[in-house]
């Protein structure tokens, strides 16, 4: 079992950055794919950005490539979103998931484990 609990959320103005954080408490953390995704309410889950077992290789939807960078230490059992020049639409709940695969998809019911969630609000 892996236990995800993400922090760094809030509101801010549109072009204003921020950083998620996702703690996992449980072992193995490096055996792990990792996955942001985000929700809207009355709207899917939506993939944001993904991570390898060993962080070399990022993927990222095209709605925030350039502006948002997944990355991992897995010394700290942490995954983060370091999210730049942000923009109203990319208001929602985030969460973060693993999966126990060398890389990440962008399907959410490919994910075992997920935190509870942050709220970011974007105001122009």
């Known amino acids: 079992q892996v236990q995800l609990v993400e922090s760094g959320g809030g509101s801010v103005r549109a072009g204003d950055s921020l950083r998620l954080s996702c703690a996992a408490s449980g072992r193995i953390f490096s055996a792990y794919a990792l996955g942001w995704f985000r929700q809207i309410l009355g709207k899917e889950r939506e993939f944001v950005a993904g991570?390898?077992?060993?962080?070399?290789?990022?993927d990222y939807a095209d709605s925030v490539k350039g502006r948002f960078t997944i990355s991992r230490d897995n010394a700290k059992n942490t995954v983060y979103l370091q999210m730049n020049s942000l923009k109203p639409e990319d208001t929602a709940d985030y969460y973060c998931?693993?999966?126990?695969?060398?890389?990440?998809?962008?399907?959410?019911?490919?994910?075992?484990?997920w935190g509870q969630g942050t709220q970011v609000t974007v105001s122009s």
């Open positions: 998931a693993a999966r126990r695969q060398a890389a990440p998809l962008r399907q959410a019911d490919e994910y075992d484990y």
């Open positions: 991570v390898t077992r060993s962080g070399a290789i990022a």
